[in-house]
């Protein structure tokens, strides 16, 4: 039995997304090498993320491009009109993950290697890390699979990960005030923290669209106490309860 022809939208479809999946795979790598460059455990760390953001950059203008093509020739419907639509958004937000990656990979530049096993000491700036990375890669990992399922609790996790932020920033602030952190190093790190806090709000931003896309509603803000006390004690490392 011959196999049927792609049309030319299911082409330009194809086509639009291996270059999601090379964007989503890229600005995942940017910014675990970012946490290396200030981490320390990887000296040309800072210099492969400016790399991978002017990629990230290009491939958004031309991911941008097929987009606009894909709607003005074909005036796509239904789901192929929503997957076009979440890719311009997912983009944008991959995009921004790239560039904190890159604001990261900046100030881990002009730390000193002693600066970085100062850092090294804060375990909430750690967990900052691990958490918000995990939440980019189940955002990124729910879109390639088309599956809305993994992400319907992001927005919880997100709230949880703010808490952590505004936790670890107290902690900020009471080292430079006890003069165990420098100033200058203290500013870096609540820096550092602040974009990790809004890589979060972009892994939930491209949930959101993944949920948009495969069912055509967005993620809603539903109370689940029991698993969303489960993520806050995981990344806080602290319990409520008793």
């Known amino acids: 039995m011959p196999i049927a022809e792609k049309t030319p939208i299911e082409e330009g479809l194809g086509q639009l997304n291996e270059h999601m999946r090379t964007i989503a795979e890229l600005a995942e790598l940017a910014i675990r090498k970012a946490v290396e460059s200030y981490e320390g455990t990887n000296g040309s760390g800072a210099a492969e993320v400016f790399t991978l953001d002017q990629e990230i950059f290009g491939l958004k203008l031309e991911i941008t491009h097929r987009c606009v093509e894909l709607i003005a020739r074909y005036a796509p419907v239904a789901r192929d009109l929503r997957t076009i639509t979440a890719s311009l958004e997912i983009t944008t937000d991959l ?12 100030i ?11 850092i090294g000491q804060l375990r909430r700036l750690t967990r900052m890390g691990e958490y918000t990375i995990r939440m980019i890669d189940v955002a990124i990992d729910a879109f390639r699979a088309r599956d809305a399922e993994p992400v319907r609790n992001i927005i919880e996790e997100d709230d949880a990960v703010d808490l952590l932020h ?31 806090e809004r890589l979060a709000d972009h892994a939930v931003n ?5 949920a948009y896309m495969v069912t055509g509603q967005r993620l809603t803000r539903v109370k689940r106490p029991k698993s969303g006390l489960r993520f806050a004690e995981e990344v806080t490392g602290r319990s409520d309860g008793p």
């Open 108 to 118: 881990a530049r002009e730390l000193t290697p002693e600066n970085k096993a100062t």
């Open 166 to 196: 505004d936790q670890l920033f107290h902690e900020i602030v009471g080292r430079m005030a006890d003069r165990s952190l420098t100033p200058e190093v203290g500013a870096s790190l609540i820096l550092i923290n602040r974009y990790f």
């Open 206 to 210: 491209i949930g959101d669209h993944v």
């Open 95 to 106: 995009d921004r993950i790239g560039r904190y990656a890159r604001d990261i990979a900046q």
